[in-house]
């Protein structure tokens, strides 16, 4: 019978006809008609129940019932939901709808009816409260200033629902809420995951866990409209005989509202309202399954210090704060049973943003150190309703195999489609059984192919290693060898860090001119006198001067004897006495501008000293990484050695982990063969010769 309710989906649709005439754009489409298609599954969920459950006192009308009383008290235990017009007057929104004159009082009383809890989560009269969820009230006021509230109610009331069962009306609002992310603006992946992700995702989950007819608990904590958490589980008791409940968490007033009212109609389940990253509604649990497609590219500015004040201990580091989609899968992976299997859609940027050290890189290394990480595959493009980027499925896994130990596979699914033969909205490829099965053998098998690799864990590990450099003269000179070396109190030879000048002149060339200083305590501040040498402003009566050093000007600085200037060609400093000039190796000349506090016996004035300095550059190296320390330490030094050829210092070296589809999976172009090239060369000269004999 799902089949058969899908002819209703059109009916659904054609409800929006008197939006598009009253000027609601299209893609505010969904919010006007999710408060009604509720109503409506509700209403005829509760019909149905109505009817079933007199069958069940064996009688066929409620006035053969002797306490009805019983009847509706047995009715509200189910916990699906409750209305006093539908089930104690057996008047539903059709027979509201035959009376326009009576409509608006009638429509009111109808939504009142409904229990508390179903008030709420429509949107009925919420007053004041912050949470609109599907705003039914709100909305309808809407429509009813754009005299359309009577014709719309009554086009909604005309689908009727009642002949099918949970899971087909289940089916139908799935197409449905499809067809709302088609439309919609909503940030990619946010609101619905395609019918055949769902199934790859259920696949994978099947290929890991046992049909032993234990209880089976499965969380999403961005669970949406609930159409993955719900998609995943019905398609595992379809497959398995294990007993299964929900849980759910969303931020969406709408969404959560549709995911709750599902929930009900459901043997267990349990959906909760609020952001997941803030809340800790689940976080006593621990789930044997979790799933989860969370936002991607949406910042976490407006929850900043709730993060960094977390206590739950969930967040072992923050990523950037423009993607929050890590904050997400480290609450997942708290939440994980210590034998639980976790499924995550992530766009590409959780494999390789952030350099080492970065939070999105430590939080890749925290998932890689503990081994939870047991295969990322790529899915094709277009795959989604609202994206066409590429997308990736993290596999998490905390009770692997023991051959699987400190191992991750990746698999390239990206040409494992089949083409639609109609777009719906970017989704413009679907992944049929077949390129499922490839993908999750792939998994099962554990084994290099042309599209699959295995890796040990390490490999994505790498060092980016800090070093300081000496810069040395042509001559692999360096300044730092003239410096004088003396002994501390412990015996360790230290050497100085640079040699001071005590100058009596500063001389600046420029283009056009030559600029000299000889006052060195400057005592009046005139920015436009030192401008061109050094450059400062005046904050009150304190200077903020800028240090100068050769890079900055071409300038000699001149003592009682000796002159130093920076030879650029050869990269060194020249020391010139009476004449004669020797290299000093590379090195900085070095001008500093001081401010020294006024004294009793001193105004405050700005002293100038000159030094010379080695010329110190920091660096980065990256370097592959060993697990064993002492083997990572001579893969650092071989690798220096081999590739640094100046004097340099070990600083820090910081871990980093990345991971790289497109390295693994290149495939190079094939290039045409020398003899075609050349044929097609002379064929192009054969050609231009003949436009010549015709002009």
């Known amino acids: 019978m799902s089949q058969n309710i899908l002819q209703y989906e059109s009916k659904v649709w054609s409800t929006a006809d008197l939006l598009i005439g009253a000027g609601i754009k299209q893609s505010d489409f969904p919010k006007y008609m999710m408060p009604y298609f509720a109503m409506i599954m509700l209403e005829s969920r509760l019909v149905r129940h109505y009817k079933e459950l007199l069958k069940d006192f064996g009688v066929e009308t409620i006035d053969d019932i002797e306490d009805v009383n019983d009847f509706f008290e047995e009715f509200k235990d189910y916990n699906i939901g409750y209305n006093e017009v539908v089930i104690r007057q057996n008047k539903t929104l059709a027979d509201i709808c035959k009376n326009d004159t009576t409509f608006d009082n009638d429509f009111d009383t109808y939504l009142k009816a409904f229990d508390p809890e179903t008030k709420e989560l429509l949107g009925v009269d919420r007053g004041n409260t912050e949470e609109k969820y599907l705003d039914i009230s709100g909305l309808s006021g809407q429509l009813r200033k754009k005299n359309i509230l009577f014709d719309t109610v009554k086009k909604w009331s005309e689908i009727d629902l009642t002949p099918f069962n949970n899971s087909d009306i ?13 439309i919609s603006a909503e940030t990619a992946g946010e609101q619905y995951t395609p019918d055949d992700i769902i199934a790859l995702i259920t696949e994978i989950i099947l290929s890991k866990i046992e049909d032993n007819g234990e209880f089976l608990t499965i969380y999403d904590p961005t669970c949406g409209g609930g159409n993955l958490l719900f998609g995943v589980e019905d398609l595992i008791q379809k497959s398995y005989n294990r007993p299964t409940k929900t849980y759910g968490e969303d931020w969406s007033d709408s969404l959560y509202a549709l995911a709750k009212i599902e929930s009900r109609f459901r043997t267990d ?3 909760r309202y609020g952001n997941t990253l803030t809340n800790i509604s689940f976080i006593e649990k621990q789930f044997d ?10 910042d976490w500015k407006g929850y900043k210090k709730d993060i960094e004040n977390d206590t739950t201990e969930r967040f072992h580091a923050l990523p950037s704060i423009s993607d929050g989609q890590f904050l997400f899968t480290q609450h997942i992976l708290s939440q994980l049973d210590s034998k639980g299997l976790s499924v995550v859609v992530h766009n590409g940027s959780t494999l390789f943003s952030g350099d080492a050290g970065s939070g999105e890189s430590n939080i890749r290394k925290y998932f890689f150190d503990n081994d939870w ?66 993908i999750v053998d792939a998994l099962i098998n554990f084994e290099d192919t042309d599209y699959a690799k295995v890796f040990d864990k390490w490999h994505f590990y790498y060092n980016k290693q800090a070093i300081m450099l000496t810069n040395v003269d042509e001559d692999g000179k360096t300044f730092e060898s003239q410096l004088p070396v003396k002994k501390n109190k412990e015996g360790e030879e230290i050497r100085a860090k640079s040699t001071k000048l005590n100058p009596t002149k500063i001389t600046q060339v420029t283009e056009d001119k030559t600029i000299e200083i000889v006052d060195f305590e400057i005592r009046s501040f005139d920015a436009k006198k030192y401008n061109s040498l050094m450059e400062y402003y005046v904050e009150g009566v304190k200077p903020l001067v800028a240090n100068l050093d050769y890079k900055e000007a071409d300038l000699k600085v001149t003592t009682a004897k000796t002159s130093y200037y920076f030879d650029s060609d050869k990269e060194t400093i020249i020391e010139e006495t009476k004449g004669s000039k020797a290299a000093l190796g590379c090195g900085k000349i070095v001008i500093k501008a001081s401010y020294k506090k006024a004294t009793k016996t001193k105004d405050a004035y700005i002293l100038i000293s000159t030094e010379l300095t080695p010329d110190y550059e920091k660096d980065y190296e990256v370097i592959p990484y060993l697990p064993i320390e002492e083997d990572n330490q001579q893969n650092i ?34 290039l045409k063969p020398l003899s075609e090239i050349k044929r097609n060369l002379n064929s192009l000269e054969d050609k231009l010769k003949e436009l010549e004999n015709i002009l």
């Open 170 to 182: 289940t089916t139908l609002e799935e197409h449905i809420k499809r067809k709302w992310a088609d």
């Open 269 to 271: 389940s349990d959906i």
């Open 289 to 298: 399954v979790i799933v989860a497609n969370p936002p991607y590219g949406v």
């Open 373 to 438: 990480v047991e295969a990322i595959i790529q899915m094709p493009t277009d795959e989604f309703f609202n994206t066409g980027i590429y997308t990736y499925l993290w596999i998490f896994n905390k009770n692997k195999v023991q051959e699987r130990k400190d191992k991750v596979i990746l698999i390239n699914g990206s040409d494992f489609y089949e083409p639609l033969k109609k777009s719906k909205g970017k989704k413009r490829k679907e992944m049929v059984f077949d390129n499922r099965k490839t």
């Open 637 to 670: 030094a071989s690798f220096m050695a081999k590739y640094i050829t100046k004097p340099f210092k070990y600083i820090d070296n910081t871990i980093g982990v990345e991971i790289n589809f497109n390295k693994v999976f290149y495939k190079p172009e094939q």
